[in-house]
């Protein structure tokens, strides 16, 4: 999996987690559970993972709602 987007911002996260699921892409958000070690104040960022074969596209999707400026560069 890819890694995207990496945020504290839940809003964020959602509306990129919707955008997923209403393309069929599957992705998944790490760090989510972190939040109980850090007593949920947000300082630790979320990442937002999709498949490889599929990162391209989501890529696209990303940028088309306008989050092109929160996306992670692409991997060597």
């Known amino acids: 999996m890819q890694e995207l987007i990496r945020t504290n911002d839940a ?7 919707s955008l997923m699921r209403d393309a069929g892409i ?4 790490a760090d989510q559970t972190m939040s109980i070690l850090e ?3 947000g300082l630790l960022p979320r990442r937002l993972l ?5 990162a391209d ?3 696209g999707i990303f940028t088309d709602a306008g ?3 929160e996306l ?5």
């Open 57 to 59: 596209e989501a890529r």
């Open 67 to 69: 989050l092109a400026g």
């Open 39 to 41: 007593g949920s104040l």
């Open 72 to 76: 992670r560069d692409r991997p060597a």
């Open 26 to 29: 599957h992705c998944m958000i």
């Open 11 to 17: 809003v964020l996260l959602s509306f990129a987690e």
């Open 50 to 54: 999709v498949e490889d074969d599929r």
